[in-house]
């Protein structure tokens, strides 16, 4: 993987993302077909992320990747509160035991583990791989292939229309943890606020679909305008980096 990684960034990311998403499809399948919750996926996620952390370690990538310290103002980001809120969604209708213990403990096992390799093949490695060529183009790229990626819940039995609104609200999350990640150089707030989404989903309520609508629309309002917030707020990147951007790309800079 490591020469993949210096022959091309992107192809090397797309490797992580297609293997992602084939391999815990299928895991999701097979753990359905045995009748237990995400009993094959638990396990595969765990070696999926120390898989994730052995190549991040070998080759010392933790600052590149975001697995280091917040860089920024707190007060600048309002102290991560809007990601509070956001980290709440699950909760917004109600708290319900919708499984088994063994079965909710699995699932938060699969969640926890899916919320990090998620940040990090898509703010991490695709994201880091295209931002020196055209920062607003891996900034899209970055978030409308997150969001993309929901469709295969389709394939997990999920209903048409709430995988599109999920595929919507999904994208400007993943809008929103781009810019924190790109202004703020740690994935750790992003980390973190997607393994609180993943895991407390096992308590959600079913809502109506009017309740699902309102629920996209109000998420994708906070993501956006709080991600507008950060841009507006917070410096750019050091004259180096920013000088060195410009002269590869051309481009103008976020």
């Given amino acids: 993987m490591y020469r993949l ?111 990090f390799i998620e940040e990090i093949i898509f703010r991490g490695f695709l994201f880091k791989a295209m931002y020196r060529d055209n920062i607003k183009l891996a900034v899209f790229i970055s978030s409308i292939t997150f969001g993309i990626g929901h469709i295969v819940n389709l394939l997990n039995g999920e209903d048409l229309i709430p995988t599109l609104l999920q595929v919507c609200y999904a994208t400007a999350i993943g809008f929103l943890f781009t810019i924190i990640f790109y202004k703020g150089k740690s994935l750790l707030p992003c980390i973190v606020t997607h393994e609180v989404i993943n895991s407390l989903s096992i308590f959600s309520v079913n809502n109506s679909l009017m309740g699902t609508v309102i629920t996209a629309v109000v998420l994708c309002v906070i993501c956006i305008a709080y991600a507008l917030w950060i841009l507006r707020k917070t410096h750019r990147p050091d004259k180096d980096e920013e000088g060195a951007v410009r002269r590869k790309s051309g481009n103008k800079l976020i």
């Fill in 5 to 115: 990684y210096k022959k091309n960034e992107l192809n090397f990311s797309l490797v992580w993302i297609i293997s992602y998403v084939v391999l815990f499809s299928l895991s999701d399948s097979l753990s359905t077909s045995l009748g237990m919750l995400k009993i094959i996926t638990a396990p595969v996620s765990i070696i999926f992320v120390l898989l994730i952390l052995g190549f991040i370690k070998k080759y010392s990538l933790w600052g590149k990747y975001g697995l280091c310290s917040f860089k920024g103002d707190l007060k600048q980001y309002l102290y991560f509160i809007p990601l509070v809120l956001i980290g709440s969604v699950s909760l917004w209708n109600g708290v319900a035991m919708n499984a088994s213990i063994t079965e909710t403990a699995l699932f938060i096992v699969s969640m926890v583990c899916v919320g």
